[in-house]
């Protein structure tokens, strides 16, 4: 390891995690940033018994539950995305991310009569938050809630909350591809982030993204999916359809300053109308962030925020 300079690869919130803090060589901070990551995956994965995530989707329609506060923010801004984004980010989700049995069965394909009866499970408005007495719920029995598109982004927020309040001024935050940056690299130059290349081997880059104090966040339908009869079936589903979003896009880089927004965003812009067009844009636009959006066909979209700090180095071809 490089002088003054702590770092450590985890596993929590169901991915690989790395947090590399320079300029310091305090050890308990970085296991305080990680103990974070472990309280936030315990509040709020669907698959552990205890979390606030599994005792809400097992009161679904019973009423009430006791939630933490972390957990009413996080639920409270995924159903802020859902009204911004027309329902396209739906946390409801869950009923269908369990028939499609995402991350469970392999190259499966539901009948399409359960794919319409369990389609009218997902709905956002039914998932009704208290403010006062900080509790949650889900309206309709059998309904249930997936923090996977929004949670890592608000644990790589937290973590970052937690380096700046010690004074670190130099880290780089990846919780599994939520990345966030903290001021420049330490020796003073800007971080240089390569974006995968979708169409290619991990760790072949597309291009590089020079950016400093933000965070990077990248949903990609290249890593966990199958093909059947020319269809991209994957892990973001859309919810008017019930069906892996149709989209052009292979995958979705979003550069912001808010990695819950940027996390829910990338998610979003695969149902949005390509992305990047339409309704998507609007929604990139709203929250002041940048796009970078690779194409099936080797095409690259990028907003114009990002003309100069992000280059093309394969052989995928730049549009405007
Ligand atoms: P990853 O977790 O692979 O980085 P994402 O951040 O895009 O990718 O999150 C995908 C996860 O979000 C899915 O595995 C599922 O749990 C959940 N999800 C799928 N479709 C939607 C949707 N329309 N709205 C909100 N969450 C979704
Ligand atoms: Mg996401």
Same mark, same amino acid.
């Given at each position: $390891?490089?002088?003054?300079?702590? !770092?450590?690869?985890?596993?929590?919130?169901?991915?690989?995690?790395?947090?590399?803090? *320079?300029?310091?060589?305090?050890?308990?901070?970085?296991?305080? @940033?990680?103990?974070?990551? *472990?309280?936030?995956?315990?509040?709020?994965? @669907? *698959?552990?018994?205890? !979390?606030?995530?599994?005792?809400?989707?097992?009161? !679904?329609?019973?009423?009430?539950?006791?939630?933490?506060?972390?957990?009413?923010?996080? =639920?409270?801004?995924?159903?802020?995305?859902?009204?911004?984004?027309?329902?396209?980010?739906?946390?409801?989700?869950?009923?269908? #991310?369990?028939?499609?049995?995402?991350?469970?069965?392999?190259?499966?394909?539901?009948?399409?009569?359960?794919?319409?009866?369990?389609?009218?499970?997902?709905?956002?408005?039914?998932? #009704?938050?208290?403010?006062?007495?900080?509790?949650?719920?889900?309206?309709?029995?059998?309904?249930?809630?997936?923090?996977?598109?929004?949670?890592?982004?608000?644990?790589?927020?937290?973590?970052?909350?937690? =380096? =700046?309040? !010690?004074?670190?001024?130099?880290?780089?935050?990846?919780?599994?591809?939520?990345?966030?940056?903290?001021?420049?690299?330490?020796?003073?130059?800007?971080?240089?982030?390569?974006?995968?290349?979708?169409?290619? #081997?991990?760790?072949?880059?597309?291009?590089?993204?020079?950016?400093?104090?933000?965070?990077?966040?990248?949903?990609?339908?290249?890593?966990?999916?199958? $093909?059947?009869?020319?269809?991209?079936?994957?892990?973001?589903?859309?919810?008017?359809?019930? $069906?892996?979003?149709?989209?052009?896009?292979?995958?979705?880089?979003?550069?912001?300053?808010?990695?819950?927004?940027?996390?829910?965003?990338?998610?979003?812009?695969?149902?949005?109308?390509?992305?990047?067009?339409?309704?998507?844009?609007?929604?990139?636009?709203? =929250?002041? @962030?940048?796009?970078?959006?690779?194409?099936?066909?080797?095409?690259?979209?990028?907003?114009?925020?990002?003309?100069?700090?992000?280059? #093309?180095?394969?052989?995928? *071809?730049?549009?405007?």
């Amino acid at each position: $390891m490089e002088a003054n300079c702590v !770092s450590k690869d985890f596993f929590s919130l169901g991915t690989v995690n790395s947090i590399k803090i *320079y300029n310091c060589d305090d050890e308990e901070l970085i296991e305080r @940033a990680i103990t974070r990551v *472990y309280e936030i995956d315990d509040l709020m994965s @669907a *698959y552990k018994l205890d !979390s606030d995530i599994s005792r809400l989707n097992r009161n !679904s329609g019973k009423g009430f539950i006791d939630i933490h506060p972390d957990t009413f923010k996080v =639920l409270n801004r995924a159903i802020e995305f859902s009204q911004v984004s027309s329902g396209a980010f739906d946390i409801t989700i869950r009923p269908l #991310v369990e028939l499609w049995g995402i991350g469970r069965k392999k190259n499966f394909i539901p009948h399409e009569d359960d794919i319409n009866r369990i389609k009218k499970l997902v709905n956002y408005k039914s998932v #009704v938050l208290d403010k006062i007495r900080c509790q949650a719920c889900l309206d309709i029995p059998g309904q249930a809630v997936d923090l996977g598109g929004i949670a890592k982004g608000f644990a790589a927020d937290e973590v970052k909350r937690i =380096l =700046l309040e !010690s004074d670190i001024e130099n880290a780089l935050i990846n919780l599994g591809g939520n990345i966030v940056t903290i001021g420049n690299r330490p020796d003073g130059r800007t971080w240089q982030i390569g974006i995968q290349n979708p169409l290619e #081997v991990t760790g072949s880059f597309l291009g590089i993204l020079t950016v400093t104090d933000k965070t990077i966040v990248t949903s990609g339908c290249n890593e966990r999916f199958f $093909m059947k009869d020319g269809i991209r079936y994957h892990h973001i589903l859309d919810p008017r359809t019930g $069906m892996p979003a149709k989209t052009t896009a292979l995958s979705i880089t979003a550069i912001a300053d808010c990695s819950m927004d940027a996390d829910a965003l990338t998610t979003a812009s695969f149902i949005l109308e390509n992305g990047f067009r339409g309704d998507g844009l609007d929604l990139v636009r709203k =929250l002041d @962030a940048q796009v970078i959006i690779i194409n099936s066909d080797g095409e690259v979209l990028i907003t114009d925020g990002l003309k100069r700090n992000f280059k #093309v180095r394969s052989r995928c *071809y730049e549009k405007e």
